[in-house]
């Protein structure tokens, strides 16, 4: 499979560490792409019509897009499902994990173009509030609920512990373990599987 | 089932289209909500810390979201898959169709907020034509490979016909038809099913 790439991209990093689980990490052929919200990747524009990364094609020259399905297709080509439940319930429960982490992951990243691709006298402080009570809200949802982070890895937890190291990595600024011991706990643990290890984000060099 | 609603979200709409054509509908309880990205509204932000909309609760207490999940929970009640094909490819192709139809949707909702949610001031026509891109990009692809909305109906097809309605209601200034008339021709007769006359969106009054 070949998949558009940047090291700093969290959506990207969940279809990375997905792979690594699976054993599929050493298929994946990474291109090379600038997704960004205002200047336009033609490259990735040509499989993905919105221009956002990950998109993937696969061996037999489909176009997936976006990280949900990329990471559920891997899931589904390694025999015995693992990653996306196939029981009802905890299938549910993952899924709404996941929607809970790419919606933090999203309103973090509208509060990063805010304050770094768009002109400073073009920024509304508003909004960037609007955005990071959403990141708020979700980290004390999981603090208060962090048994929702036990039991089998699931592309639930897979979200989480992405979302989690992409504050890490562009909030540094604003640090979320004092308030949240629990989920520090937990995320302290995670972060130290291999598959998270070989897929810390880093800038562009 | 209960659902956070609102007669104007596409996504709610995604769900509600959902569940017309599952017969579901009647057994949906409308909660009222006024999702928006500054204003949270804390009603939802008890089921959803992300205070977005659609957000589900089950009759087992269970919270669902966001707008692929329920749908699938929906699709998954009744006996026979009908809108989330099993079968692999066609999975894969349904999937990544409502992937690109809820990328076209987040694009011109960010373009909607950025000219109607922020002050004028704080406006900037870069993010908007970026924004607008993705939505003038997505149509293309649709248009070039309109044979993606032929056989049966899936999420797929339910999302590009929700994010089409989407534009006639809040883009109407906008119109894309005489450039897409392929595209235009299959929504004609999308949109005269009953789910979709059932959901046509309107503000609230």
Redesign the interface.
């Known amino acids: 499979m070949k998949l558009f790439y940047a090291p700093t991209s969290p959506y990207v990093r969940k279809v990375m560490v997905t792979a690594h689980e699976l054993g599929l990490a050493d298929g994946i052929e990474k291109l090379p792409s600038a997704a960004h919200?205002?200047?336009?990747d033609e490259r990735i524009?040509l499989a993905?019509?919105?221009?956002?990364i990950p998109a993937a094609i696969?061996p037999e020259g489909?176009?997936?897009?976006?990280s949900?399905?990329i990471c559920?297709?891997l899931d589904?080509n390694v025999p015995g499902r693992h990653l996306f439940p196939a029981e009802?319930?905890a299938?549910?429960?993952a899924?709404?994990l996941q929607?809970?982490g790419d919606?933090?992951l999203d309103?973090a990243l509208l509060s990063r173009y805010e304050m770094t691709a768009?002109?400073e006298?073009?920024?509304?402080a508003?909004?960037v509030?609007?955005?990071m009570?959403?990141v708020d809200?979700?980290l004390?949802?999981l603090e208060e609920h962090v048994e929702t982070l036990s039991g089998p890895l699931t592309i639930g937890l897979i979200t989480i512990g992405c979302a989690l190291g992409y504050l890490d990595f562009r909030f540094a600024h604003r640090p979320w373990r004092e308030d949240h011991p629990r989920l520090a706990a937990w995320y302290a643990v995670f972060a130290e599987r291999p598959s998270m290890q070989a897929t810390i984000p880093r800038d562009a060099s």
């Open positions: 919200p205002v200047k336009r524009a993905n019509p919105l221009a956002k696969t489909d176009t997936l897009f976006d949900r399905v559920e297709y589904a009802q319930k299938r549910w429960r899924l709404t929607a809970l919606g933090l309103a768009r002109p006298a073009r920024q509304w508003d909004w509030q609007g955005q009570t959403k809200g979700a004390a949802r």
